[in-house]
């Protein structure tokens, strides 16, 4: 068996940046395979999300909503699909990180890492493709009434994540956020959080 990952010690990312837990406290991780703590992550508090959410809010809004909220679908994509890059470059690391944090089988967390960056991939690409469908108008029976599409970023949104299949179930959810123009808070299970 390889040898277990460095645990890295992060803090909670919040507007950018790795920030310690408003009250200090941080939960053990435990290897379910061996029961031994292998590292810890912030325990975040009320005030904590507050904090994630007006980050979340100010990127949302920043310079008009044009940084992120208002940008193209093609600029948006770009960023998706350098996270797909990155997530395959360190595919290994990742999928032994999922393994000693959830039990998961190595091999099936490799897969899992697979359709992580395939999965940040495809919403790139409906990302761009929206691009082209805005204000596309849409045909009804009734001459009455002009319907199109109109794509709409509703702001922040709250994410919220199991244990099993924890960085795969947070990319379904992350990357359709993202891709649509929303900015996003993510809170992971405790059970499997690296």
């Known amino acids: 068996m390889a040898a277990p990952p460095a645990i890295p010690r992060r803090g909670l990312f919040i507007g950018g940046g790795w920030r310690e837990p408003t009250l200090g406290r941080r939960i053990p991780v435990i290897n379910p395979a061996t029961e031994d703590t292998i590292g810890d992550i912030p325990a975040a508090t009320a005030e904590d999300v507050e904090l994630a959410v007006a980050a979340a809010r100010s990127a949302f809004l920043l ?3 044009s940084r992120w909220a208002r940008a193209s679908g093609a600029t948006r994509a770009k960023y998706l699909n350098a996270i797909a890059t990155k997530i395959k470059e360190k595919i290994s690391y990742l999928a032994l ?6 039990g998961k089988p190595k091999d099936e967390a490799v ?11 495809f919403y790139a ?16 029976p009734m001459e009455e009434f002009k319907t199109y599409v109109l794509k709409e970023p509703i702001g922040v949104v709250g994410l919220i994540t ?7 179930m947070a990319t379904w959810k992350v990357a359709p956020a993202l891709a649509a123009g929303c900015t996003a808070v993510l809170k992971p299970s405790e059970l499997a959080s690296l």
Do not use: R
């Not at 990180?97 to 959830?102: A, F, G, K, P, Q």
């Not at 199991?162 to 795969?168: D, E, G």
């Open 63 to 65: 310079d008009g909503g």
């Open 97 to 102: 990180l999922e393994t000693v944090d959830s």
């Open 111 to 121: 897969a899992d890492m697979d359709d992580v960056a395939a999965c940040f991939e």
């Open 125 to 140: 690409g409906l990302a761009e493709a929206l691009d082209g469908k805005q204000h596309a108008p849409i045909s009804l």
């Open 162 to 168: 199991p244990w099993n299949y924890p960085l795969l």
